[in-house]
Nanobody
Framework: QVQLVESGGGLVQPGGSLRLSCAAS????????MVWYRQAPGKQREWVAT???????NYADSVKGRFTISRDNAKNTLYLQMNSLKPEDTAVYYC??????????WGQGTQVTVSS
């Protein structure tokens, strides 16, 4: 089971940008799909974006056009570029594989706070 560590979160003003990183403990080149989820205070964890091994991407409507998911197989790293951030984007962000999602296995996540 691949281990994932998220980083790059922080405090940013509305309209600002952040890039989240997700470092994997082993090669991700053979992982068919990797995802970002987020969980806001008092809410259920929600799906944000998916990228396949063919680099096909899909996004939740709430982030479409503002967020970009990407993967660097050579660095075993997944990214989430977040632009035009809104206060409602405030959440703990988690990266994962679909396999881990099915197993209910999650990492620590990284906190993103959008506030003036």
């Amino acid at each position: 089971q691949v281990q994932l560590v998220e980083s790059g979160g922080g405090l940013v003003q509305p309209g600002g940008s952040l890039r989240l990183s997700c470092a994997a403990s082993e090669s991700i080149s053979s992982i068919s799909a990797m995802v970002w989820y987020r969980q806001a205070p008092g809410k259920q964890r929600e799906w944000v974006a998916t990228i396949t091994s063919a680099r096909s991407t899909n996004y939740a409507d709430s982030v479409k056009g503002r967020f970009t998911i990407s993967r660097d197989n050579a660095k075993n790293t997944l990214y989430l570029q977040m632009n035009s951030l809104k206060p409602e984007d405030t959440a703990v962000y988690y990266c994962n594989t679909l396999g881990n999602v099915v197993l209910g296995s999650w990492g620590q996540g990284t906190q993103v706070t959008v506030s003036s």
